[in-house]
Every structure is written in C-alpha cells, then in structure tokens.
C-alpha cells in the first residue's frame, strides 16, 4: 500500500479476515454470516464482506436496511440479513435489493403482510426470539402462534429461525444453556406442526468458541472475524488474529536538555537529555489522552510523553536511537515480533 498521502491510517489485512472466516466455519461446522454491521467494525463493510464472501461466508448480517443496500450496491451478491428493525414503509426496498428481514412483532408482520400484497412476491423473514437478551425479539411463549400465523401468510416466505444470547463470553454463566433449552424446546413445538425453517441460528462468537449445540447451522461471527477476542475469558485460537494495523509516521526528531517541558502543560520533563519524536496523530484521530499510552518504532515499544493534542502527540525514543522522520509508527498491531493489542489500547 502506498501510504504516502497520509498522516494516519488503518491497513486492513484481508487475507487475515479470510483466514478467520475459514477458521471460523471449521470451528463452526456451519454455513458463515459474517456480521458487517458498523462500517464492518470499524474495518470498511464492503471489503470485509467481499474476502468474506470469497473465502466461503455465504451470508451477510448487518444491522440496518442501509447497510444492506450499501453492500448491494457494491456488487455483493450473497445472502444478506437485516438483523435489526426495518419500518415497513422500506419493504419495497428489501424487496428489490433482495434483501431479507428480521420478524418479531405481530403489527409489523401484519403491515409487511400488507404491503406485499401491493408488490406481490415473497419477502425473505429470519424471525428473532428473545430467549433472555432483552433486547429484540417474540418471546418464547408467544412465538409458535405467531410463527404459525405468519406461516398462512402468503407473501411471506419464512426462511430462519434465530435467538442471540446474553452472556455467551462468560462460559460459566449459566443463562446461555437456560436460553438454548428454550430456543430448543421452540423449535421442537415448529417441527410437531410442520414448520421448518430453513435456517437456525444463534451463535455470536463467543457461542461459536464456547457452545458448539448453539451451532445450528449458521453461525453469526462478528469480533472474532476481525480476531479479537469477545471477552477476557473467551480467547481465539492462535491462528484466528487481527487484520488492523492504526499508523502514523514520525514527523520530527528531537533532543531536547534534561528539565524540557513537553506538550501542553509540561506534564513531562525530560530527565535527562533526551530524544524526543513528535507523530501526525492525537485525539482527533481518537487517540486518548490517558496516561500510559506506547506506539511501536522500529519495533521497539516507545511511550507517549506530555499530552496528546488534537493532531499530534510525542513519544520518548531512548530505546530507539535510530528513529528518524518518516519512520513508520504502530498505535495498534504489530512491527515485527512486538505488538500493542486492541485490549492493551482499550484497557488504558
Ligand atoms: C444478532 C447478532 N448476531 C451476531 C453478532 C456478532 O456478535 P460478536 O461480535 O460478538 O460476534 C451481533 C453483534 O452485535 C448481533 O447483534
């Protein structure tokens, strides 16, 4: 990549993301929706759905109907699903993007129902039930009338089943199991009345590592996809790892007395005299200014001193006697053997 034209940026390593989804589905033994919701978190929907895509997801899961287009108008192809709410008033615009909907309300069915029958076809349902989130979805006392009502409607074609679970990073929470035991027991009650969706689903990642009955077949990965880990509990296999590198460059290189003030406030002084870098990044590329922040130069890890400011911010170079303007800097990822996590960044 010819990073030239800029002062910070974001590589994306999307054989890695490819990697993880193959990863991902061995460990899954399902069919993949990668979930590209949120610019594909953080890391650009588009590309991330299309290694995605290419290496075997043969879904999309994205939170709203925008999204959804958005991929569309990209070139995607596969399967998406809308896991969120969409207003009816957009039905025609699922309808021509072919795009499927999340279902779990009986009024917003009804009105679906209604404005299909001007449209005609059948529009693509995935419906969602709240076995213990709290979040969306038809309860599990209510569902099977609502499935079964839904299921005489002839302009909705019902495609999935799903469920999504609250502590499913927390493998000694007991919640998850109680929440598969109902999505179970639903599911049972679909198939005594010959209903059979044909896609079950409930598997985040965390349920993708730590439950293999929540499998089902599709599985919904989203935090590992990028290869972070979903919880300090539920750790990734060494060969599922991140595809993000944050960089900036050096933009000069200074040596400065002992007792210099640096940045705003002079809350650092140097303690002897020292070499001090200055980088293009500060807090409006969303860097914090919170104590203990490092970047990596030349490999070696190098600390921020003094406050970081809007544009720029300095490190303390001892440990790098040869840095020079132009050198390339890490916030988060790896140069070499040393790398600053995504957790480390977060933790501070
Ligand atoms: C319904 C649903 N499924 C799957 C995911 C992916 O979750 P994770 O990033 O924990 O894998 C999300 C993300 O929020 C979600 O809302």
């Known amino acids: 990549m010819n990073s030239n034209g800029f002062s910070a940026w974001l590589e994306i390593d999307l ?18 929706m990668a979930i590209v919701k949120a610019n594909g978190y ?46 009816p008033d957009r039905v025609t615009e699922a309808i021509n993007n072919n795009i499927c909907l999340t279902i779990y309300d009986q009024q917003i069915g009804q009105a679906y129902a209604q404005q299909m029958e001007h449209l005609g076809g059948g529009l693509r349902l995935h419906i969602k039930v709240d076995t213990g989130m709290g979040r969306l979805g038809i309860s599990p006392e ?28 927390e493998p000694q929470a007991p919640t998850t199991g109680e ?11 679909l198939r005594r009345d010959g209903i059979a969706p044909r896609y079950i689903h409930s598997a985040n990642s965390a349920a993708i590592l730590n439950y293999p009955k929540a499998h089902y077949d599709l599985v919904r990965p989203g935090i ?29 290189v200074s040596t400065f007395p002992a007792g210099h003030g640096i940045s705003y406030g002079h809350m650092y002084h140097t303690r002897a ?13 969303g860097y914090r200014r919170v104590d203990g922040n490092v970047a990596l130069v030349r490999g070696k890890r ?12 300095m490190l303390q170079l001892d440990d790098v006697p040869d840095a020079a303007i132009g050198d390339e800097v890490v916030l988060l990822g790896c140069q070499g053997e040393v790398c600053i996590t995504a957790e480390e960044l977060a933790d501070r």
């Open 273 to 285: 005299e020292e070499r001090i870098g200055s980088i293009a990044f500060g807090y409006a590329d």
């Open 15 to 32: 054989e890695v993301i490819g990697q993880n989804v193959r990863k991902l589905q061995h460990i899954g033994q399902a069919e993949v």
């Open 302 to 313: 190098a600390p921020v001193v003094g406050r970081v400011c809007m544009d720029q911010c």
């Open 42 to 87: 953080g890391h650009g929907a588009a590309e991330i759905a299309r290694a995605s895509v290419e290496a075997g997801a043969t879904w999309l899961g994205v939170a709203r109907l925008e999204e959804a287009i958005a991929l569309r108008r990209s070139g995607l192809h596969c399967h998406i699903l809308v896991l969120g709410y969409t207003s």
């Open 179 to 189: 929440q598969l035991a109902m999505f179970d027991q639903l599911l049972s009650g």
């Open 224 to 252: 590992a996809l990028y290869g972070f880990p979903p919880s300090p509990e539920t750790t990734l296999p060494n060969d599922i790892r991140p595809a993000l590198t944050w960089k900036t460059r050096l933009t000069s």
């Open 142 to 169: 209510t569902a099977l009338e609502f499935i079964e009502n839904l299921s005489r409607r002839p302009n909705l074609t019902i495609e999935g089943i799903f469920t999504h679970f609250a502590h499913a990073d």
